[in-house]
C-alpha cells in the first residue's frame, strides 16, 4: 500500500473535542483509499476509508504510542 503525505495544511472536518480535524495522509492500494485525519488538539486520529473513489466508512484510528 502507498502512503502519500498531505503537506498543505488542509481542513479534515471537527473532532468530537471540538478541535479541527488536518489531513495528515492518504494510503492507497488498488482499489482503496484511505485518507488519515488528527487532530489539532488532542491527537486523535481517523480515517475515511473509499473503495473505488466511493465513500465508504469513517472509523477511529488507533495510534501506537510506545
Ligand atoms: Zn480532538
Redesign the pocket.
Known amino acids: 500500500m502507498d502512503c502519500e503525505e498531505v503537506k498543505e495544511n488542509l481542513f479534515g472536518g471537527f473532532?468530537?473535542?471540538?478541535?479541527v480535524?488536518r489531513q495528515r495522509f492518504w494510503a492507497k492500494s488498488d482499489e482503496l483509499e484511505i485518507l488519515i485525519f488528527e487532530?489539532?488538539?488532542?491527537?486523535?486520529n481517523e480515517a475515511l476509508i473509499f473503495k473505488n473513489r466511493t465513500y465508504i466508512n469513517r472509523i477511529p484510528v488507533k495510534t501506537r504510542k510506545d
Open positions: 473532532c468530537n473535542c471540538g478541535s480535524m487532530c489539532e488538539k488532542c491527537w486523535k
